[in-house]
């Protein structure tokens, strides 16, 4: 098991900056990838981006590309999403979330409680 205590939301006004965190804990070692999902008031949860946990392969959604980066620190357990330029379409609950193989949507079965961030205009 994993579980997985994410950080860092809050309110920040249109075009700033935000870093969300991921502390992992249990069973890290089995971790083969961390994603980060969204999901908005009546909308679906939607995945935002995605890292393999070696590091070597990271996928974003089109409507962060280049305004947001993956990354982990394997050290201590926990991966980060950095979200700059942020748009008020931003707004959302954030959720990471951990598999033990592959890094598609359905892979995830380790969710955190999530961590609101809300842009305003």
């Known amino acids: 098991q994993i579980q997985l205590v994410e950080s860092g939301g809050g309110l920040v006004q249109a075009g700033g900056s935000l870093r969300l965190s991921c502390a992992a804990s249990?069973?890290?070692?089995?971790?083969?990838?961390m994603a980060w999902f969204r999901q908005a008031p009546g909308k679906e949860r939607e995945i935002v981006s995605t890292i393999r946990w070696n590091g070597k392969s990271t996928y974003y959604a089109d409507s962060v590309k280049g305004r947001f980066t993956i990354s982990r620190e394997t050290a201590k357990n926990t991966g980060y999403l950095q979200m700059n330029n942020l748009k008020p379409e931003d707004t959302a609950v954030y959720y990471c979330?951990?598999?033990?193989?592959?890094?598609?949507?359905?892979?995830?079965?380790?969710w955190g409680q999530g961590t609101q961030v809300t842009v305003s205009s």
């Open positions: 249990g069973d890290t070692f089995s971790i083969y990838s």
């Open positions: 979330a951990a598999s033990y193989a592959g890094w598609s949507r359905g892979n995830y079965d380790f």
